[in-house]
C-alpha cells in the first residue's frame, strides 16, 4: 500500500507493483486523470506494468496526460510521449481518444495554449482549479521536476495550467505542467531510483530551505497527497527519517 511521505522499495519491480495495486484500486473511477513523467526510471517501470498488470486495472477508465514534453515530434527518441506509447500505452492496447499528448511538434506558446484547453476539457475542477487524480514525476539529479528547472522563476511562479520552459544546457524548449497545476492534485507520486539521487532526496526530506532551491521540494501538495517511491538506493541516507 503506497502512503503518505516515504515508501521505500528493493527496486523497480516491487514499485511497478505498487502502482498497479494502486491504479487497480482507484480505477473504478470514470476518467481518472494521470499524468505521465518522462525520463528513464519510468520507462522501466511502465515496461513491468504492461507486462504484469494488463488485467489488473481498469485501464478504459484512465485518461493519459504529461507532465511535460521535449519539444519534438512524437516519433523523436526524445518524445516523452513515444516512450510512454511504447512501454505503456501501446502494449496495453489503449485507445487513442483517452491518450491526451503534448504535440511537441507545434511551436512551443502555442501548444502550451493549446494543452491548456485540453486540461480544461478533460481533467476535472476542483477548488477551481484544474486537478489530476494522480501526477507521476521524476526528478533529475539537479533538483528538477517535470521540466521546471532550478532558478527559473518565471515557470517556478507561472499561474498558468501549463507553460513553456527551456532546458538550462540543451537550450531544447519544454512544455511542462507548472507547479500551480501539480499542487493542486489529488496525488503526486515521485519515482526516483538510484545511488546518484540519494544525497539530493536526503536533503529535500532533511533540510526545509532545499524547497527555495529544488522544483521538487517545492512539490507539496494544497490538499492532496504527496508520496515518494524510492528505491534502497535512492533512499540510503534517510535511514534515520524512516521509523
Ligand atoms: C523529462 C522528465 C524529467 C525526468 C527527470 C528524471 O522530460 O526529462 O520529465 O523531469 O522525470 O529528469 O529522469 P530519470 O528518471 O531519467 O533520472
Known amino acids: 500500500m503506497i502512503k503518505q511521505g516515504i515508501n521505500i522499495y528493493k527496486g523497480i519491480s516491487e514499485i511497478a507493483t505498487e502502482l498497479c495495486n494502486f491504479l487497480a484500486a482507484e480505477s473504478d473511477r470514470k476518467n481518472y486523470s494521470v499524468a505521465l513523467p518522462g525520463g528513464n526510471t519510468p520507462k522501466a517501470i511502465f515496461e513491468?506494468?504492461?507486462?504484469?498488470?494488463?488485467?489488473?486495472?481498469?485501464?478504459?477508465n484512465l485518461q493519459f496526460f504529461w507532465g511535460d514534453e521535449r519539444c519534438v515530434g512524437p516519433d523523436h527518441p526524445e518524445s516523452n510521449y513515444?516512450?510512454?506509447?511504447?512501454s505503456l500505452l501501446h502494449p496495453l492496447e489503449i485507445d487513442t481518444s483517452v491518450i491526451h499528448?503534448?504535440?511537441?511538434?507545434?511551436?512551443?506558446?502555442?501548444?502550451?495554449?493549446?494543452?491548456?484547453?485540453?486540461?480544461?476539457?478533460?481533467?476535472?475542477?476542483?477548488?477551481?482549479?484544474?486537478?489530476?487524480?494522480?501526477?507521476?514525476?521524476g526528478m533529475g539529479d539537479d533538483g528538477h521536476?517535470?521540466?521546471?528547472?532550478?532558478?527559473?522563476h518565471n515557470i517556478i511562479e507561472s499561474t498558468k495550467l501549463c507553460d513553456h520552459s527551456v532546458h538550462p544546457t540543451s537550450g531544447q524548449n519544454r512544455i511542462t505542467l507548472t507547479l500551480e497545476t501539480i499542487n493542486n492534485s489529488e496525488n503526486?507520486?515521485?519515482?526516483?531510483?538510484?545511488?546518484?539521487?540519494?544525497?539530493?532526496?536526503?536533503?529535500?526530506?532533511?533540510?526545509?530551505?532545499?524547497?527555495?532551491k529544488y522544483p521538487a521540494a517545492m512539490v507539496r501538495p494544497?490538499?492532496?497527497?504527496?508520496?515518494?517511491?524510492?528505491?534502497?538506493?535512492?533512499?540510503?541516507?534517510?535511514?534515520?527519517?524512516v521509523e
Open 101 to 137: 499528448r503534448i504535440k511537441g511538434e507545434n511551436d512551443p506558446v502555442f501548444e502550451s495554449e493549446r494543452y491548456t484547453l485540453e486540461l480544461l476539457k478533460h481533467v476535472q475542477n476542483r477548488n477551481g482549479l484544474t486537478s489530476f487524480n494522480l501526477v507521476i514525476l
Open 188 to 212: 503526486v507520486f515521485f519515482l526516483v531510483t538510484g545511488k546518484k539521487k540519494a544525497s539530493l532526496i536526503a536533503e529535500i526530506i532533511k533540510d526545509k530551505s532545499s524547497r527555495d
Open 82 to 86: 513515444k516512450m510512454a506509447n511504447e
Open 145 to 152: 521536476t517535470a521540466s521546471i528547472f532550478p532558478g527559473q
Open 222 to 241: 494544497n490538499d492532496g497527497n504527496l508520496c515518494w517511491l524510492l528505491d534502497t538506493e535512492a533512499a540510503e541516507e534517510l535511514k534515520d527519517k
Open 48 to 60: 513491468l506494468m504492461a507486462q504484469n498488470c494488463k488485467y489488473q486495472v481498469h485501464w478504459d
